[in-house]
């Protein structure tokens, strides 16, 4: 149980799209999702935590306008990264709990290659 | 603010040879701890979690992690490795998840 899917794993757009990408709780309710971004050689930082229903709370140094997300179920939150540039091109990771106090469960990641 | 580090950023060993993944976390107040495993272009694993109890906990592929309150280490070790366990693993720290740089695991024949 817990699985977590994350759509698309992998993206090539050019600079100035917007791309979003989607995290799914496939057989739990989620609570609360995580959005993490990933550099080469790097740990995972976490860019914000989101709750369903309400508004996602961002990381310091974190872009809200550019980076935005939505928690609109208790399975489903997407991230769009508006007017994408290089410096966005990064590995980004959703990951989802049924609650605070429980375990992070990660999805697969998305790579994003902004050209 | 919580940190978590791992001393080693890259550990090479023989397959079948014995390997400690080192971790220290730096929360004093009650922790939980966390070993996840990342294969190249895909997303983080859990491998094992401290959270209460005993203060060894094991995972179901052979690797096993001590809780040691004094030293605030959670270091990762496995007797046996083989070629597969070659990945990046992450310690993490709970309460707002915190990961440590990873290291990377790998298993040469």
């Known amino acids: 149980g817990a699985v977590v899917s994350q759509h698309p794993s992998w993206v090539i757009c050019k600079s100035g799209t917007s791309v979003k990408i989607e995290c799914r709780s496939l057989?739990?309710?989620?609570?609360?999702m995580f959005w993490y971004r990933q550099f080469p050689k790097q740990s995972l930082m976490l860019m914000a935590t989101?709750?369903?229903?309400?508004?996602?709370?961002?990381e310091q140094g974190v872009e809200k306008d550019k980076f935005l997300i939505n928690h609109a179920s208790l399975t489903l939150s997407t991230l769009t990264v508006t007017s994408a540039h290089p410096e966005d091109s990064s590995f980004y990771i959703c990951?989802?709990?049924?609650?605070?106090?429980?375990?992070?469960?990660f999805g697969d990641g998305t790579r994003l290659s902004i050209l | 603010a919580q940190s978590v580090t791992q001393l080693d950023s890259q550990v090479p060993v023989f397959e079948e040879a014995p390997v400690e993944l080192r971790c220290n976390y730096s929360?004093?107040?009650?922790?939980?701890l966390f070993w996840y495993v990342q294969y190249p272009n895909q997303g983080l694993q859990l491998l094992l979690k401290?959270?209460?109890?005993?203060?060894l906990v094991e995972s179901i592929n052979g690797f096993e992690a001590e809780f040691n309150k004094s030293q605030t280490s959670f270091h990762l070790r496995k007797p046996s490795v083989h070629i597969s366990d070659t990945a990046e693993y992450f310690c993490?720290?709970?309460?707002?998840?915190?990961f440590g740089q990873g290291t990377i695991l790998t298993v040469h024949p």
């Open positions: 990951s989802a709990s049924r609650d605070d106090d429980q375990p992070q469960h």
């Open positions: 057989d739990f309710q989620a609570t609360t």
């Open positions: 993490a720290e709970e309460g707002k998840l915190t």
């Open positions: 401290y959270l209460s109890g005993s203060t």
């Open positions: 929360s004093s107040v009650s922790v939980y």
């Open positions: 989101s709750n369903e229903g309400s508004k996602a709370t961002y």
